[in-house]
């Protein structure tokens, strides 16, 4: 049977840093990783000064609907074309990722527990809870060195950020089944995530 483990926590905590160290661990064979980042919204029909005043950190930035519909396919043994999204430009790219289902289904981003709906849908859920200050820093050097924005930029888009994962993420913190500490070295975080895994599993 499979099983659907969700990750969440605030901008820059680690979660996508652990969910792709779970993968390592498990193996491409037994787990699969749907990032939600991937299902944010086309923008191409927005001018681009339009789309930078986008909350993209808001529920409804999202095609929190395709994202359900593809985890849905997953756990019921579909495999899905997961879309492509380019954070530079804010639009979809043409190209899609298949993604072919697994006995273990990860989910990690910001808003992966922002609905009720998605929240039934995990087994298991994950926060990632990390310092403020180190989230910031982790936030700075990323979207300098990956996404090429300049630090007034950033700033705007961590305000957002912060004040939509107050209203919207920190859900999944008070339905968590585990919390993990974010400042930790992820070898760490990915053992004790297994070793929770293999515990609820009886093993």
Not at 18 to 29: N, P, R
């Amino acid at each position: 049977m499979r099983r659907v483990i969700a990750i969440a926590g605030g901008s820059g905590s680690g979660k996508s840093t652990l969910a792709a160290a779970l993968v390592a661990s498990m193996g491409d064979d037994n787990a699969a990783l749907l990032p939600i980042d991937a299902y944010y919204h086309d923008l191409a029909h927005l001018a681009p000064e339009e789309r930078e005043v986008v909350n993209f950190d808001h529920p409804d930035a999202l095609d929190l609907d395709l994202f359900a519909e593809h985890l849905g396919a997953l756990r019921s043994g579909r495999a899905i074309e997961c879309p492509t999204y380019d954070f530079t430009t804010h639009c979809r790219q043409a190209d899609t990722i298949s993604i072919a289902p697994r006995e273990t289904i990860l989910v990690e981003g910001i808003l992966v527990a922002s609905r009720a709906d998605l929240r039934a849908a995990f087994d298991i859920e994950i926060f990632v809870s990390t310092d403020a200050a180190l989230r910031w820093r982790r936030r700075l050097q990323r979207d300098q060195q990956e996404r090429g924005r300049d630090l007034v930029s950033i700033e705007r888009f961590w305000a957002r950020a912060e004040a939509t994962f107050t209203q919207w993420g920190a859900l999944a913190a008070e339905t968590a089944d585990l919390v993990v500490d974010g400042s930790q070295d992820v070898a760490v975080m990915t053992r004790l995530v297994t070793d929770y895994l293999s515990h609820m599993s009886g093993k």
